[in-house]
T-cell receptor, first 110, second 113 residues
């Protein structure tokens, strides 16, 4: 079957670093995406990994291990505006479909 | 460049009523998708289209129909709404099936009484 697991909620302090984990089991793999979604808004793209390793983009980094079916999103220098849900999503081999995890709600406190 | 737009933003229906949700994109994208998002669950794919005139079923297609008569528009229809279809509906589009991200519309909140 196809399954994506990520923690339901996390809390972190402003200025700190937080790591959001994602494990997946899918019938095929053609890339992993991370999206940010603020309450009441649409998801917006954060990162894309298709090969193993770390992709860095400003305060955000994403890591992928295809052999372990594992990814994480690393957020540095947390800001209050980073309070949002973070969605892990895997695109299937055909490239037409993307399976989404339920999302991790991140609360950033002062 | 408006990106992806959805109409309406919010709607209340009675059980058994029908309605059509409109998605439009001005980025000349080939692929378009309809998702629903419910509390505690991820985005679930309802139907998708890989080009004008083509549609295909996603994970949860029952109770919905779609049409893609023009490349820029993707319509989602509910023929006989049920309370289980209360949800937030997102449309998305992407250029191709590679590393291109999906661009999402602002969502339509639907309440079925």
């Amino acid at each position: 079957g196809q399954n994506i697991d990520q923690p339901t909620e996390m809390t972190a302090t402003e200025g700190a670093i937080v790591q959001i984990n994602c494990t997946y089991q899918t019938s095929g793999f053609n890339g992993l995406f991370w999206y940010q979604q603020h309450a009441g808004e649409a998801p917006t793209f954060l990162s894309y990994n298709v090969l193993d390793g770390l992709e860095e983009k400003g305060r955000f980094s994403s890591f992928l291990s295809r052999s372990k079916g594992y990814s994480y999103l690393l957020l540095k220098e947390l800001q209050m505006k980073d309070s949002a849900s973070y969605l892990c999503a895997v695109r299937n081999t055909g490239g037409f479909k993307t399976i989404f995890g339920a999302g991790t709600r991140l609360f950033v406190k002062a | 460049n408006a990106g992806v737009t959805q109409t309406p933003k919010f709607r209340v229906l009675k059980t058994g009523q029908s309605m059509t949700l409109l998605c439009a994109q001005d980025m000349n994208h080939e692929y378009m998708y309809w998702y629903r998002q419910d509390p505690g669950m991820g985005l679930r794919l309802i139907h998708y289209s890989v080009g004008e005139g083509t549609t295909a079923k996603g994970e949860v297609p029952d109770g919905y129909n779609v049409s893609r008569l023009k490349k820029q528009n993707f319509l989602l229809g509910l023929e006989s709404a049920a309370p289980s279809q209360t949800s937030v509906y997102f449309c998305a589009s992407t250029q191709r099936r590679g590393g291109e991200t999906q661009y999402f519309g602002p969502g339509t909140r639907l309440l079925v009484l």
